[in-house]
């Protein structure tokens, strides 16, 4: 590989991640990372330890075994949404690291597969690469609040500060219809909450609340946009006991806990929560929650007029004409690519749900949608029979060929086609409605 870099430019050098040493970590025991990495010059290599805050792989290579390497917080997967960082990891981790004797560290880097996630998590880390003492996180995220919402300290709500104090640990959650396993997943894309929820909607009310103080506040978009961001967290969570309910009282194979007026009840409401999701989302108006504003995105680039033009069209000449059908063909194509690539990931669904998002329009279009299959499967397999759903293979291959039935139409659609579907954002006020709505109607969720 030197070999191959040097022989195009004499000065390269070659940058690889240091991911494999965890991912195979069988394989790559402490000898045979020695030996792969002795077999190139220090000063040709510079390595990336690329998960460091949570599998750090220079603590048991000692330091790379010498060369160079950048200390990186990967953060999430596939760009997936969630409340989660590990802000001590990034501060006190990183400068241990760099303090270190044989420390052979020299930088700090941001290796995210997306940046989707808990924006102050990369403000941190790259505040942190200046200072060679640990940040501390509690003033951090004081003086992070003021700047992010226009204040001084002191002149914000009390509940802002409050709020963003007690987020400073949170999690992540995909929707993902399965009969088991969907809340105990532990790696990369972790289903476990690690952390009592209830943390977190006493961390909502104090930062709903805000506004009450400040009403001001329905008008700044870093508050709409945490608000709706923080909003979303919570009711996901939500959604843990009413499916955790469901397949209890659902499941026939336990005569004890199963009631099937409350698998249905519990479904619906399963069902709901769902949409309500979607509504928040929506109604924020804000791109980075929307799916019809990923679409418009990717469709946008068949347009063939150049961003820019260095010349000036000639007064005496017209410009040329746009054969529009190429256009449509080319704008379908991209919608296909992006629909794809948050969904199926591959022809057919290859990485299937890795780059999940949890968008106004998606949840309502795609997974509401298979949750909906997913219950009434499991009801309709259940009444008045004596047979356990895990256990029905008819019934379950039936289910995965509906699901994957739909989730192959869905690649094909176009937005805007259906009912309900547009590309038009929704008013400002259109957030703090139907948060209110969405809030009286999921009290116990949202603890109020």
């Known amino acids: 590989m030197i070999a191959s870099l040097k022989a195009a430019d004499p000065q ?9 040493f965890y991912s195979s970590a069988d394989f790559w025991t402490n000898d045979c990372i020695a030996a792969y990495l002795g077999g190139v010059a220090d000063a040709d290599l510079l390595i990336l330890d690329l998960f460091s805050e949570s599998q750090p792989q220079w603590q048991r290579t000692s330091s ?16 997936n949404m969630g409340l989660y960082g590990q802000v001590e990891n990034v501060t006190a981790d990183s400068i241990m690291a760099l303090g270190n004797q044989s420390s052979t560290m020299v ?20 505040d942190q690469a200046w200072s060679r003492s640990a940040l501390g996180s509690a003033r951090y995220f004081a003086y992070w609040v003021s700047v992010r919402y226009h204040g001084s300290l002191g002149c914000l709500p009390q509940g802002l500060y409050n709020a963003w104090d007690i987020m400073r640990g949170t999690s992540i959650f995909v929707l993902s219809p399965n009969t088991t396993g969907l809340l105990t997943r532990t790696g990369h894309h972790a289903t476990t909450i690690q952390y009592e929820p209830e943390v977190l909607v006493e961390a909502w009310k104090q930062f709903y609340a805000a506004a009450d103080g400040i009403p001001g506040l329905w008008e700044n978009d870093e508050y709409r ?9 919570v ?8 499916y955790t309910t469901f397949i209890t009282a659902s499941n026939t194979s336990q005569p004890s806990t199963y009631n099937i007026t409350t698998a249905r009840h519990t479904g619906k ?9 979607d509504t928040i989302l929506t109604a924020s108006g804000i791109a980075h929650f929307s799916l019809p504003a990923w679409i418009a995105s990717a469709r946008a680039w068949a347009d063939p007029t150049p961003l820019f033009s260095t010349t000036r069209p000639s007064m ?3 410009p040329p004409s746009i054969n529009t059908t190429a256009v449509t063909d080319r704008a379908n194509f991209y919608e296909y690519n992006a629909r794809n690539q948050i969904t199926l990931w591959g022809p057919r669904g290859e990485i ?9 329009g998606l949840i309502g279009s795609y997974y509401l949608p298979r949750w909906e299959m997913f219950v009434n499967s499991t009801l309709n397999g259940n009444e008045g029979s004596s047979m356990p759903f895990a256990s029905s293979s008819a019934g379950d291959e039936g289910l995965v060929k509906e699901l994957e039935d739909f989730e192959l139409e869905w690649q094909g659609r176009r937005w805007g086609g259906r009912l309900g579907e547009g590309f038009e954002v929704v008013g400002r006020d259109a957030l703090q409605r139907e948060m209110g709505r969405v809030v009286e109607g999921w009290a116990g969720v949202f603890g109020v």
């Open 352 to 360: 299937s749900d890795y780059a999940s998002k949890q968008w106004g």
């Open 235 to 242: 009711m996901a969570n939500g959604f843990y006991p009413l």
């Open 107 to 126: 930088g700090m880097g941001l290796t995210m597969e997306g940046q989707e996630g808990n924006e102050i998590m990369y403000d941190l880390l790259l």
């Open 316 to 318: 005496n000449h017209s």
């Open 225 to 233: 946009f945490n608000l709706t961001d923080i909003t979303r967290q």
């Open 269 to 277: 409401d399963l069902l709901r929560l769902l949409g309500d999701i």
């Open 64 to 79: 790379l075994h010498g060369k160079s390497w950048i200390w990186c917080q990967l953060h999430d997967y596939g760009g």
């Open 12 to 20: 390269a050098i070659w940058l690889p991640q240091g991911w494999l």
